[in-house]
T-cell receptor, first 117, second 110 residues
Framework: DVKVTQSSRYLVKRTGEKVFLECVQD?????MFWYRQDPGLGLRLIYF???????EKGDIPEGYSVSREKKERFSLILESASTNQTSMYLC????????????????FGPGTRLLVL | KNEVEQSPQNLTAQEGEFITINCSYS?????LHWLQQHPGGGIVSLFM???GKKKHGRLIATINIQEKHSSLHITASHPRDSAVYIC????????????FGKGTKLSVIP
């Protein structure tokens, strides 16, 4: 079974703090993703990575950065947390076949609920 | 950019009812993904399909590529089916990105 784990289920931080969210997958997947989920807005892509040290901006990258030094680990960094970054953060991974086909099912982690005070 | 619309937004059903959730998208896709999210947050993949129909237990997913429309059906619904159901479109060959609908919150009452 694919397993995607996230470092924390719940996190409370202060405005201005630097926040690290870690995601680890154990299936040797090339692709990894960070999403945030907010009521009424659904899931929105922050960043994704298709290989080690490679990253691409998603729909809402402002205020975030990412790091992928190892294939299995993808970190999301909030350089200076703000209250509007209070959200549920979800990590996902998928195999890359280069075909955009049925094999690219994304597997999700359990999510991290971040509260910024 | 693909636009993915789901309906209804909220759905309440009696146990045993047949349920349909609809998903439409604006741009041609290579595959469509149905996801289930239970209270607490975890998301599970139910189906990924690029044509026709798939069935898993009481769940059936269909897609009509020409009409840019997919449906998720639940037969003999049960309270444990209560969850948010999300459709997501994978656009184009070689694409890594999913475009998500806003979700349908289903409550099944005993």
């Amino acid at each position: 079974d694919v397993k995607v784990t996230q470092s924390s289920r719940y996190l409370v931080k202060r405005t201005g703090e630097k926040v690290f969210l870690e995601c680890v997958q154990d299936m040797d997947h090339e692709n990894m993703f960070w999403y945030r989920q907010d009521p009424g807005l659904g899931l929105r892509l922050i960043y994704f990575s298709y290989d080690v040290k490679m990253k691409e901006k998603g729909d809402i990258p402002e205020g975030y950065s990412v790091s992928r030094e190892k294939k299995e680990r993808f970190s999301l960094i909030l350089e200076s947390a703000s209250t509007n970054q209070t959200s549920m953060y979800l990590c996902a991974s998928s195999l890359s076949t280069g075909l955009g086909s049925i094999q690219e099912t994304q597997y999700f982690g359990p999510g991290t609920r971040l509260l910024v005070l | 950019k693909n636009e993915v619309e789901q309906s209804p937004q909220n759905l309440t059903a009696q146990e045993g009812e047949f349920i349909t959730i609809n998903c439409s998208y604006s741009v041609g896709i290579s595959a469509l993904h149905w996801l289930q999210q239970h209270p607490g947050g975890g998301i599970v993949s139910l189906f990924m399909l690029s044509s026709g129909k798939k069935k898993h237990g009481r769940l059936i997913a269909t897609i009509n590529i020409q009409e840019k429309h997919s449906s998720l059906h639940i037969t003999a619904s049960h309270p444990r089916d209560s969850a948010v159901y999300i459709c997501a479109a994978l656009s184009g060959a070689g694409s890594y990105q999913l475009t998500f609908g806003k979700g349908t919150k289903l409550s099944v009452i005993p």
